[in-house]
């Protein structure tokens, strides 16, 4: 194993020893494989290929300072991608498959699980796939599961810090029946375009309106987005947001700290009222928000004056790393141990 910079990881994909698989055939799961390839055979007509068969998800495994692995909600991320394979047409995942490849891939890559001094992790990549040769448009009849790592730096350079973010008009992420609240590969490739201008402008994501009346915030990018004005968390409400399981569990967290939570939709002039913004993922887990540009209007939002995160994101992402690396109590039962 090359000796790696711990703290300085990018967000990336670096080679690991082994991915876990297992395919499905004539109605049912296979068992578990161990693979050390970093490739998949599979035929050039394959639905994934074509048609758009694929779902993936987004999770990570921390070395805590007691010296145990953790993963974090493990199990929501199984019931996500069954929902997003009901929405494909794809078999569903059990959960307990998808447990126990998490937990299998993470034992088998141990050695690659960064330290906990570090402030990286290694991230998990569950992967679904159509692997049929069809021509006609329609489902796969077996299916590939695969779940890969890679230890990976925060998402954003400096880590928890505010970044500014570019409101796109011209841009949409996804349609308010189509798949925007599935975890589709889909859904990302229609983002890279919008994203490279919000990038070209100098912001550090994009930001989606609602595709319908362009008024309603929706995504930031590939995460969700949150405001809080005085005692209330706030986060839109939409069919064609991804459920992000990092937000749900903010919602419980600040409803916890005693925050009134609101799911709802967000007009885009609400954000003059929010005391502090933020965008929340799996891979960044709260990005808070300096200010918002409307590139079309060119209407500046300031969220944070001074530039610096809020004291209420500050206590959200504190709390919830804290529970992810073992340091406060886990009363919810969010956290599953790597033995």
């Not at 990881?9 to 109605?27: A, H, Q």
């Not at 730096?153 to 308010?176: E, L, M, S």
């Not at 319908?212 to 995504?219: L, N």
């Not at 706030?234 to 991804?242: A, V």
């Amino acid at each position: 194993m090359p000796q790696l910079d711990w703290a300085n990881l990018p967000f990336g994909y670096i080679k690991t020893d082994y991915n876990v698989r297992s395919y499905y055939k004539d109605g049912k799961w296979g068992d578990i494989e161990v693979s050390d390839s970093e490739y998949i055979h599979m035929h050039m007509a394959a639905t994934c290929l074509h048609y758009g068969q694929e779902a993936f998800e987004g999770q990570k495994a921390f070395r805590c300072p007691d010296g145990k692995i953790r993963m974090f909600r493990i199990e929501e991320n199984a019931r996500r991608l069954q929902n997003t394979a009901r929405g494909l047409l794809m078999p569903e995942v059990p959960t307990e498959l998808f447990v126990e490849m998490a937990k299998r891939v993470v034992k088998l890559n141990e050695r690659f699980v960064p330290p906990y001094e570090s402030g990286a992790s290694l991230y998990l990549r569950p992967l679904l796939i159509g692997m049929s040769a069809e021509i006609g448009v329609r489902p796969s009849q077996e299916y590939l599961f695969i779940i890969m790592v890679s230890p990976v730096g925060p998402y954003f350079k400096g880590g928890f810090h505010t970044n500014d973010y570019a409101i796109v008009r011209n841009y949409d992420r996804a349609a308010p029946h189509g798949t925007g609240a599935y975890k589709v590969g889909g859904n990302y490739a229609a983002s890279l375009a919008a994203n490279k201008v919000a990038h070209e402008a100098g912001f550090a994501c994009e930001i989606y309106l609602d595709a319908r009346e362009h008024k309603y915030i929706e995504e930031i990018g590939a995460a969700n987005f949150f405001g809080v004005r005085g005692n209330t968390y706030i986060t839109p409400k939409s069919t064609s947001i991804l459920p992000s399981i990092t937000n749900a569990s903010m919602r419980q967290l600040a409803a916890d700290l005693g925050f009134n939570v609101e799911v709802r939709p967000v007009p885009e002039d609400e954000l003059t009222t929010f005391d502090e913004a933020g965008a929340v993922g799996t891979a960044a887990v709260i990005s808070p928000i300096g200010r918002i540009v409307d590139l079309d209007t060119g209407k500046e939002y300031v969220i944070s004056k001074d530039g610096e995160p809020g004291p209420v994101c500050k206590q959200l992402y504190t709390k919830f790393r804290n529970i992810q690396y073992g340091l406060e109590p886990d009363v919810h039962g969010w956290i599953t141990f790597v033995d």
